[in-house]
């Protein structure tokens, strides 16, 4: 079954020009696009009218485009235009990630807003990566994460761009949700969900509601001084973090790293079967 889910809120020229920049990414790159969907703000559930768009896909090379000696380059990025990003990853490198504990791959994953894609292939891939994710790495991510925005654009507090504090409550909500569920490696992507589900204090609850209100229609915030409530829940997530998740763990095991492989070959050879060629040589 082929995928596509776009709301009806999202502007359709802008849409029909990402349509447009993944044709030229599959017939430019000669690739296999077995998934492409929209990333940041729109995904996430806090979009303001002047969001830019940003399209994110896997990219699969063709079975014979493997056999060369030279490395070929593991992301294709397009130029922006005006305020359309689009850029993407190859499988390999989408897998290793994973493995590693990024969790961006699982959130593109689950992205409710997709532009093509292949069923077979998410569902494949999401439930391979629920099981080969790492929860303390995907933890350590959404603390390294969280602390460099709270870094880069809190400063001391008293002029914060009002934008940029969804940034930092996404990882220390996604913290708190892991934090309260032992057996679960993968949070919610969908803010406002993830928001109720981590069953954050009161007081932070109408402060959030707000933020999003005025972010919903609003073309610029501005900046403002941290509001106490995001701050002291930000700080405690973080804090809480770093006791647990903030030391380095033991990498993918080998069965994984054999089933990362098993998954990459069987994608490729389904690919190059639904797409009438044949395989120059034998995968396995």
């Given at each position: 079954m082929t995928l596509r889910h776009i709301p009806v809120e999202m502007d359709g020229e802008k849409v029909a020009l990402i349509d447009a920049m993944l044709d030229r990414v599959v017939a430019e790159h000669r690739v296999f696009l077995p998934l492409a969907i929209e990333s940041g703000s729109r995904a996430w559930g806090f979009a303001s009218p002047d969001s830019d768009y940003d399209c994110r896909f896997v990219y699969v090379r063709r079975a014979v485009d493997h056999i060369t000696p030279w490395a070929s380059r593991d992301v294709i990025e397009l130029p922006f235009e005006g305020d359309l990003d689009a850029n993407g990853w190859d499988l390999r490198k989408a897998l290793q990630l994973l493995l590693k504990g990024n969790a961006v791959i699982v959130e593109w994953l689950c992205s409710p807003v997709v532009y093509r894609g292949e069923a077979w292939f998410r569902d494949a891939f999401l439930a391979f990566a629920r099981e080969a994710a790492s929860r303390e790495a995907v933890c350590r991510h959404y603390l390294h994460l969280g602390e460099r925005q709270r870094r880069v654009y809190f400063g001391d507090g008293t002029s914060v761009p009002q934008k940029k504090i969804f940034y930092a409550l996404r990882p220390a909500a996604a913290l708190r949700w892991l934090r309260m569920r032992p057996a679960e490696a993968v949070a919610p992507m969908n803010f406002p969900t993830l928001m109720e589900e981590c069953d954050p204090p009161g007081e932070l609850r109408a402060e959030v509601a707000g933020l999003m209100e005025r972010k919903a229609i609003t073309h610029?915030?501005?900046?403002?001084?941290?509001?106490?409530?995001?701050?002291?829940?930000i700080d405690s997530e973080f804090e809480l973090a770093r006791g647990v998740f903030e030391a380095g763990a033991a990498g993918a095991s080998q069965e994984m790293i054999l089933r990362a492989e098993q998954f990459y070959r069987g994608v490729v050879e389904r690919l190059e079967r639904e797409s009438g060629t044949t395989l120059p040589f034998r995968l396995d």
């Open positions: 610029e915030l501005g900046s403002a001084p941290l509001p106490l409530a995001v701050a002291s829940f």
